[in-house]
């Protein structure tokens, strides 16, 4: 997959392929193949989570924490 997507070339992103007699650009078959791996990693952090009986460390923020996490992010940024 990294070797075709190098070896791509700008003129490349708008040419036509086949993808089961669907015509898509290059483009939008490799945002096609993106949200399709995206589907999957979804449904294994489902399964995960539902095996692990709720036992979960939050692979982003952690519902019903947004107001904490966005306040220690702002504390951090003037801090800079």
């Known amino acids: 997959m990294f070797n075709t997507l190098n070896n791509l070339k700008p003129e490349d992103l708008n040419k036509i392929i086949y993808i089961r007699a669907e015509p898509p650009t290059v483009m939008e078959a490799i945002n096609r193949q993106l949200a399709h791996y995206s589907y999957h990693v979804g449904q294994i952090v489902f399964l ?3 095996l692990n009986d709720g036992e979960w460390n939050s692979l982003s923020i952690p519902k019903n924490k947004s107001k904490e996490f966005n306040e220690l992010k702002f504390v ?3 801090q800079h």
């Open 48 to 50: 995960a989570k539902e």
């Open 76 to 78: 951090n940024r003037k």
